[in-house]
């Protein structure tokens, strides 16, 4: 069964005492819903993996981490890798995103390499992917998704794939106030599935969870999460306010 989840990514925002409090009230919120079926991961700063990973142990939100370094160990000063974010508790990273492929300049290759040791590490990957706004009009958008896959994440076994979460949050819609129509998002996850299906077969295909993102908010979530292939989303600024971040959950 396809797994719905709700992923606050709260990029570099809140420091530890913000973060511990912040998680705590999401933390108490869905320990008091147990009839909560989707998933809720928090991905946090890496301060903020280790005391989060402790407020959530025994409840029913996850945890993941929003990079990880692109080498195992040794002498790489400032990086954290996938090995240490696995030692904290947490279950998830994410990779790719948009923002550490502009400003960081991380290509396929790089971010294949991440996923690889995510995954060889007991990591489970939001693997994500997404075309900028000249793309999406000069209708290069679904060219750059398929490449994104093939060269960052179809050299994966078929059992790795299978700890794969891919979100397609195309970039003119992050952190805008511009959202994917809700038919412009269904298109690209029923594009992603099929080649999920041509490269991993229709078992792996169906049983991927493809999550949204890109300015969701509580308005649009419930139309976009409607959709047959949009099992969910990847939630920036509004994972930041609990009311809004709970509306969107509860919108699945
Ligand atoms: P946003 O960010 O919801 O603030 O647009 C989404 C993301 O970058 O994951």
Redesign the pocket.
């Known amino acids: 069964m396809r797994k719905k989840i709700v992923a606050g990514?709260w990029?570099m925002n809140m420091n530890l005492e913000e973060g511990l409090s912040f998680a705590k009230t999401i933390n108490q919120y869905f320990d008091e819903k147990p009839s909560q079926k989707t998933e809720v991961i928090l991905c946090t700063p890496y301060i903020h993996l280790n005391g989060v990973s402790e407020i959530v142990k025994k409840g029913k939100v996850a945890l993941g981490a929003q990079n990880c370094a692109s080498e195992d160990s040794g002498a790489f000063t400032g990086e954290i890798s996938a090995g240490m974010i696995k030692s904290t508790g947490a279950q998830y990273v994410?990779i790719g995103?948009?923002?550490r492929r502009t400003y960081y300049h991380e290509n396929d290759a790089l971010l294949n390499k991440k996923t690889l040791l995510a995954v060889n590490n007991g990591l489970k990957v939001i693997f994500?992917c997404g075309e900028v706004k000249e793309e999406r009009e000069s209708g290069k958008h679904l060219d750059v998704v398929r490449r994104q896959l093939q060269d960052g994440l179809f050299s994966l076994s078929g059992s790795d794939m299978s700890k794969i979460v891919i979100?397609y949050?195309p970039v003119w819609?992050?952190?805008?106030g511009l959202t994917a129509t809700p038919e412009q998002a269904q298109d690209m996850h029923h594009y992603i599935r099929g080649l999920v299906k041509e490269k991993y077969g229709r078992e792996i295909a169906e049983d991927l969870t493809i999550l949204y993102?890109?300015?969701?908010?509580p308005s649009n979530a419930a139309e976009i999460f409607s959709k047959p292939d949009v099992d969910g989303g990847?939630?920036?600024?509004?994972?930041l306010k609990k009311e809004d971040f709970v509306a969107i959950v509860e919108a699945i």
């Open positions: 990514n990029k994410i995103h948009s923002e994500c979100a949050e819609a992050i952190g805008t993102g890109g300015s969701c908010k990847l939630i920036g600024g509004a994972s």
